[in-house]
């Protein structure tokens, strides 16, 4: 079973920045990959970016540009790096990860973007 904790959520002013970070522990084999979805109030979650284990990345188009997802696979972590961040990003963004065993979610971490 997989155990996914994010961290790095806060509360941040129009055009600063955010890293959001996801430690992946338990039992991981044949990773497909892993991702940052988002969910603000009255809106259905939505993905916000993906990396494979090869590597690739992709994300939705309100955030290209803005946001980066990278991985360290010997600490089994990803990454959201997250700029020129709007109120509009305010949501509570949750970690994925997708394997052979299934899909496993983090609790989440609250992105408030507000003056």
């Known amino acids: 079973q997989v155990q996914l904790v994010e961290s790095g959520g806060g509360l941040v002013q129009p055009g600063g920045s955010l890293r959001l970070s996801c430690a992946a522990s338990g039992s991981m084999f044949f990773i497909y990959a892993m991702s940052w979805y988002r969910q603000a109030p009255g809106k259905q979650r939505e993905l916000v970016a993906l990396i494979t284990t090869g590597g690739d990345t992709s994300y939705v188009d309100s955030v290209k540009g803005r946001f980066t997802i990278s991985r360290d696979n010997a600490k089994n972590t990803v990454y959201l790096q997250m700029n020129s961040l709007k109120p509009e990003d305010t949501a509570v963004y949750y970690c994925?990860?997708?394997?052979?065993?299934?899909?496993?979610w983090g609790q989440g971490t609250q992105v408030t973007v507000s003056l």
């Open positions: 994925n990860l997708r394997s052979a065993a299934g899909t496993a």
